[in-house]
């Protein structure tokens, strides 16, 4: 895995991980990668230093080994999200219009998953829309 400081055009720091340089180019040609502050798509790279082995690194990627509580935490994870998924409409990119219907009374209530932009979901939370990302969990994206 790679580490990229990323930035925006808007001048906003973030990183990413990506699987390799390529990769990262290609997320970036897909317009995958965004801001997590304004939501921009034009993202690119900034300078790092080099990464050195060290044995305080040795111990902080030994940290990151899960042990047997986490292992747990992230299978009842996995069944919560499974279990939302199960009992709610997949509206996709229809998610922020069918939100809107039924908090206004212009739909039934029912549990509804689907996919917002980062200015989307912001947008109904200022509307009082009650929403939540579904976590994507580590073996999801291995």
Not at 112 to 132: H, M, S, W
Request: include cysteine.
């Amino acid at each position: 895995m790679i580490r990229y400081n990323l930035s925006c055009d808007k001048g906003h720091g973030f990183e990413g991980w990506f699987s390799s340089s390529n990769d990262f180019d290609g997320q970036v040609e897909r317009g995958l990668i965004a801001c997590p502050t304004c939501g921009s798509a034009s993202v690119s790279k900034q300078l790092m230093v080099p990464a050195v082995a060290t044995a305080r690194k040795k111990e902080a990627r030994q940290a990151l080994v899960m042990d047997q509580a986490q292992k747990e935490t992230i299978a009842r994870l996995r069944e919560l999200v499974k279990s939302i998924r199960e009992n709610a409409e997949d509206v996709g990119e229809r998610f922020p219009e069918e939100a809107r219907k039924i908090h206004y009374g212009e739909a039934e209530q029912r549990g509804l998953i689907g996919k917002a932009t980062a200015d989307e979901a912001v947008a109904l939370l200022e509307e009082g829309i009650e929403i939540a990302p579904l976590p994507v969990l580590p073996d999801d994206t291995n």
